[in-house]
Structures are given as C-alpha cells and as structure tokens.
C-alpha cells in the first residue's frame, strides 16, 4: 500500500537545467519524506541519477524516441502531483497522456524576458534565479534549497587542480582558447598541481590541450571524449575550482560542491543562470548591447564580440586568485 503521494517531475533537457532541477529532489524529500517520487529525463543524463535514492523510479528518454514511448511504462502509476519543470510542447505532451490530479508547470516570464531583451525594461520576474523558478512549483518547500547531485564523495586532499571547461553550446558564448591556455600555464606556475580538461573531445579541445603544453611543462589530465556524466561529476568533485563559459558544466561543478569562476558574455543575470555559490566569481563586461539573444545562440549583429573579447587574463586569474583565497588561504608551496 501506497504511503506518501506519487509525484512526477520532468525536465528533460539540457545539462545545465537538468542540474539545476535537481533543486526539487530535496525540496520533494523534505515536504513529503514519504513520495514515491518518479524523474523523467533523457538517456543521456542517466549518469547523473541512476543511483540517487531520492529517486523512487528515474525514467529515461532514449535519444530520438518520441515522448509517447514513454507512456507504457507510465501506465497505472496514478500520479498525485505532476511538476512540469520543462515548460515544452515535449513535456506538455507528456503530462497530456497523464491526467494527473494535480498538475505544476514552471513560469519562464517568457514575454518579461522578451521585453527586457528587445527594449531594455526588466521586471522584477527577471531578479529570480533560474532555481528559484523551480522551487516556486513547489511552494510549500520553502527556498532553502540548493542544486545537488547525489553520491560524488570527497577524495583525499591532492595537489591542486584547476578544471578547465572552454566548450559552450553556441560559439558566442566561448572565450578565447590562447586565453583559457594563458590562464592555465600563469595559475600552474602560481599554484603548482595541475590542469583537468572537460569537455567532449573536439578540435577545440586538442587545440587548447597544445596551447597548454606550448611553451611550458604544464600538468594535464584529459576529461576528454565521450563519457559517463556520473565520471565528469566526480572529476569535477575532485577539482578544486573549475573556470568555465555560461555551460552546463558550471552548473553541474556547483551541484557537486566545487566553487567555480564563469565567463559570461552574450547571456547576463536576467536570464537566471549566474552562479548560486557565494564562493564563485562571475567575469563579464557590462556594455549596453549585453543581453543579444536567449541563450546565446545568436552571432555578434555588431561584428566585434566585445562581450567576449574584452575579457581579460588578468581579470580571470584576479577572479580565480580570489575563490582560491577562501578554499586554500595557506599556501602551499
């Protein structure tokens, strides 16, 4: 016999907000100690989940199935409360098949955000976090809640070790590689320890790999390729702080409990997706064309990349040297 309420949450996509759901899990699990709680997300997070035990059933989308597959394995579970935490015609879809007693579907001020976008007017919708967007589907959980990924274990205290993710999902959202090798080599020789590269294995990241090793002996561990999330989380666990574009690499850092220094350009704070910890830094220029599209996606209309370009190595490191200071204030060599 069921105990407590049966309650479906889905997101399904991408990484960064998939994370930054996961705000709900201890939310669900503090309100209702009792759920059975179900998650609905793609195959490709799987990783993430697979063995949180504040998960119930974690349902998985394989890559380019329909939502309707979803749907036998669904059937008979009578849900109490569906929270919609995606907002898309894919989920809506979903939660149409469904009918359940209650349903919650998150608010993305859709037409706020294209307001502040078009003409510059921001409205008090857009002072939330994207985790506070979350947590209002579920009210009655208060807001003391963070993101966080289940089971990524501290290990021994090693030398130190700077996380390097340079990839982005539009390439106006990316910093410049010689900067990311820059920034890699000066912190090594300040700090000593090493470089961890994330990121599928691409052109970029072979570039930067050598533009590390160009005129220097740097220490490198490759995170590269094709790979399990749940092994990119607890490298990142095993990091000491990661230096990032607007990823879902930096979200994912966060939930772990690694600090991190983001580089923001074309995206600003209104969208939601700044860094929560008090620990980690954010470098931007604040110029009048800043934020240029939703997420990103869209090339410089001006032709410069100012946002971007403007960024500079000292800044980062000055934003870097500041996090370490309140992770390792005695130095260590």
Excluded at 292 to 304: K, P, Y
Aim: glycine share 6%; charged share 25%; aromatic share 6%.
């Amino acid at each position: 016999m069921r105990v407590g309420p049966s309650i479906l949450l889905i997101r399904f996509s991408s990484l960064g907000d998939v994370v930054l759901s996961s705000v709900l899990l201890d939310a669900i699990r503090e309100t209702y100690p009792e759920a059975e709680l179900t998650l609905v997300t793609k195959a490709s997070f799987e990783g993430l989940f697979r063995d949180d035990p504040r998960i119930t059933r974690l349902l998985l989308l394989p890559a380019g199935a329909s939502v309707r597959s979803l749907t036998h394995p669904l059937r008979g579970l009578d849900f109490d409360l569906v929270l919609d935490a995606h907002g898309s015609l894919r989920s809506r879809l979903l939660c149409s098949l469904l009918a359940p007693s209650s349903l919650r579907r998150i608010d993305k001020s859709t037409f706020d955000r294209w307001l502040h976008l078009q003409w510059r007017v921001r409205r008090p919708t857009l002072e939330q976090r994207q985790i506070d967007r979350y947590l209002a589907l579920l009210p009655e959980a208060g807001a003391d809640h963070r993101p966080r990924i289940h089971g990524v274990h501290d290990d021994p205290v090693s030398d130190p070790c700077l996380a390097l993710a340079p990839g982005a999902r539009h390439a106006a959202k990316a910093w410049r590689l010689e900067a990311f090798a820059t920034v890699a080599r000066r912190w090594v020789d300040a700090h000593g320890g090493k470089i961890l590269l994330l990121g599928t294995e691409t052109e970029a990241l072979r570039e930067l790999r050598a533009l590390i090793s160009l005129d220097s002996e740097v220490p490198i561990d490759d995170g590269g390729g094709v790979r399990d999330l749940g092994e990119v989380a607890r490298d990142l666990r095993r990091s000491d702080l990661l230096l990032a574009n607007d990823s879902g690499l930096l979200h994912l850092a966060e939930a772990v409990g690694t600090p991190v220094v983001g580089i923001f350009g074309p995206t600003t704070r209104a969208w939601g997706y700044f860094p929560w910890d008090e620990r980690s830094r954010v470098v931007e220029v604040p110029i009048p064309c800043r934020p240029c599209s939703r997420n990103g996606g869209r090339s410089c209309r001006l032709q410069h990349r100012l946002c971007m370009d403007l960024i500079t190595v000292d800044r980062v490191l000055d934003a870097l040297e500041e996090t370490w200071s309140h992770l390792r204030p005695v130095a260590l060599h």
